[in-house]
């Protein structure tokens, strides 16, 4: 038996959470507030999510601010980095312009955060 100690971040209380797993199986939840906390140490343990910050490069040689639009796998970032990097957008761009759709086949896309102007 294995217990792994989460803290909640999806409000701000950061409700200690406690899961106890077997075989990499969930027997039981622990410590949670509200049914969200049950739901993100569930995910925590079984797939985490992060949204990406990053920067992605311009033609023009400079960079630009970017970031994924919803939390996608922790443990792809890696690649995804290496796609973001690979990629050069030609300005301009506009807050909120798709500059990679569906970065990890599951409908996720890198956004930008700042406009670039030709
Ligand atoms: S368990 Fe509920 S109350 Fe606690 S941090 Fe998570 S969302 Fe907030």
Same mark, same amino acid.
């Given at each position: 038996?294995?217990? *792994?100690? /989460? /803290?909640?971040?999806?409000?701000?209380?950061?409700?200690?959470?406690?899961?106890?797993?077997?075989?990499?199986? /969930? =027997?039981?939840?622990?410590?949670?507030?509200?049914?969200?906390?049950?739901?993100?140490?569930?995910?925590?343990?079984?797939?985490? *999510?992060?949204?990406?910050?990053?920067?992605?490069?311009?033609?023009?040689?400079?960079? =630009?601010?970017?970031?994924?639009?919803?939390?996608?796998?922790?443990? *792809?970032?890696?690649?995804?980095?290496?796609?973001?990097?690979?990629?050069?957008?030609?300005?301009?761009?506009?807050?909120?312009?798709? =500059?990679?759709?569906?970065?990890?086949?599951?409908?996720?896309? /890198?956004?930008?955060?700042?406009?670039?102007?030709?």
């Amino acid at each position: 038996m294995e217990q *792994r100690e /989460i /803290i909640c971040t999806t409000c701000p209380m950061g409700c200690h959470v406690t899961v106890t797993m077997e075989d990499g199986k /969930i =027997l039981d939840v622990k410590g949670n507030t509200c049914p969200r906390g049950d739901a993100y140490a569930r995910q925590e343990v079984t797939d985490p *999510r992060r949204v990406i910050t990053t920067t992605i490069g311009l033609t023009d040689g400079n960079v =630009l601010p970017v970031k994924s639009d919803n939390a996608v796998s922790k443990n *792809r970032i890696p690649e995804f980095m290496q796609k973001i990097h690979h990629v050069a957008v030609k300005p301009p761009v506009q807050i909120g312009d798709v =500059l990679i759709p569906d970065i990890d086949g599951e409908g996720n896309n /890198i956004v930008a955060t700042q406009n670039a102007t030709a």
